[in-house]
Nanobody, 118 residues
Framework: QVTLVESGGGLVQAGASLTLSCVAS????????MGWFRQAPGKERELVGW????????HYEDSVKGRFTISRRNTRNTMYLQMNSLKPEDTAVYFC???????????WGQGTQVTVSL
């Protein structure tokens, strides 16, 4: 079991870049598929993308494909979300999550707010 803490959120202007971090404590980080999710005000939480345990495979939702990049550094128990060309519609609370099975996410962070202004 791991616990997750996100950081790096903030207020930026449209077109800017921001990098979020998700630090895991506990054993076995490299065994987990890790995902980034987001929840905008009044909307359901949605998947942004995920990365497999060794960082060899990633998936992105169409809304962020080509703008966001997920990476991980297992020696630091950390996953990253590099966000470029941010748009106001990217405004949301961003969560990281860990999946042992690869089928469902078992552990969630507390979230970090990202606000993109015009």
């Amino acid at each position: 079991q791991v616990t997750l803490v996100e950081s790096g959120g903030g207020l930026v202007q449209a077109g800017a870049s921001l990098t979020l971090s998700c630090v895991a404590s506990g054993r076995g980080f490299s065994s987990y598929t890790m995902g980034w999710f987001r929840q905008a005000p009044g909307k359901e939480r949605e998947l942004v993308g995920w990365i497999n345990g060794i960082g060899s495979s990633m998936h992105y939702e169409d809304s962020v494909k080509g703008r966001f990049t997920i990476s991980r550094r297992n020696t630091r128990n950390t996953m990253y979300l590099q966000m470029n060309s941010l748009k106001p519609e990217d405004t949301a609370v961003y969560f990281c999550a860990a999946s042992w099975s690869g089928l469902s996410y078992d552990t969630w962070g507390q979230g970090t707010q990202v606000t993109v202004s015009l």
